[in-house]
């Protein structure tokens, strides 16, 4: 029985950044999917801390929240930082993310039609603080913190890939990006999953919008 389950709509949304780290480093989950039927009944909202998903089980240990829970990976994995001073810039890294996909879930769940123009087109700015953390860590050739993969890696990889689908030029202007995303997506065990059709199949958002 692995150690870990993921409780979750069946779309990537929240949970892939964590699918792919623990894909990543070699790691077994089960998934327990929620279907929109199941949830609209009611229990098993009411049963969740904060009345949302995704619900992440770690052995006996129950846990809410996506970042809290990539963090948890990240503490218990060696997945944050070598000491204190680079998981504060992980912690950085991971915050940056998290604005950027509050807006992104924005677009896609309130305003795809009317706002994805304008949303693209300041999308290279959105982008940019990540090219330039990128340029300040041995020229960019390596992770976004230090010299060993992160939590928030994994973050802004399932990030910037959903901003590839969005907009497929979106990182012409950012080589160091590119280069990261291309660099990242090869590792063996996550080029792995990103080709196994439990990604492919798997839904970006649940409204059929991408």
Not at 25 to 38: A, D, I, R
Not at 76 to 99: F, P, S, W
């Amino acid at each position: 029985m692995p150690p870990y389950t993921i409780v979750y709509f069946p779309v990537r949304g929240r949970c892939e950044a964590m699918r792919m780290l623990l894909a990543d480093q070699g790691q077994s989950w089960k998934e327990e999917v929620v279907t929109k039927e199941t949830w609209l009944q009611g229990p098993l909202k009411a049963s969740c801390l904060y009345g949302q998903l995704p619900k992440f089980q770690d052995g006996d240990l129950t846990l809410y929240q996506s970042n809290a829970i990539l963090r948890h990976l990240g503490r218990t994995l060696g997945l944050y930082g070598k000491d204190q001073r680079e998981a504060a810039l992980v912690d950085v890294v991971n915050d940056g993310v998290e604005d950027l996909r509050c807006k992104y879930a924005t677009l896609i769940y309130t305003n795809y039609e009317a706002g994805k123009k304008e949303y693209v087109k300041a999308l290279p700015g959105h982008l940019k603080p990540f090219e330039t953390l990128l340029s300040q860590n041995q020229g960019g050739q390596a992770f976004i913190v230090g010299d060993q993969i992160s939590f928030a890696d994994y973050n802004l990889l399932d990030l910037l890939l959903i901003h590839q689908v969005l907009a497929p030029g979106c990182l012409d202007s950012l080589p160091l990006l590119s280069a990261y995303v291309a660099r990242l997506s090869a590792r063996p065990k996550l080029k792995a999953f990103l080709a196994s059709p439990e990604h492919v199949n798997r839904p970006i958002n649940g409204n059929g919008k991408q």
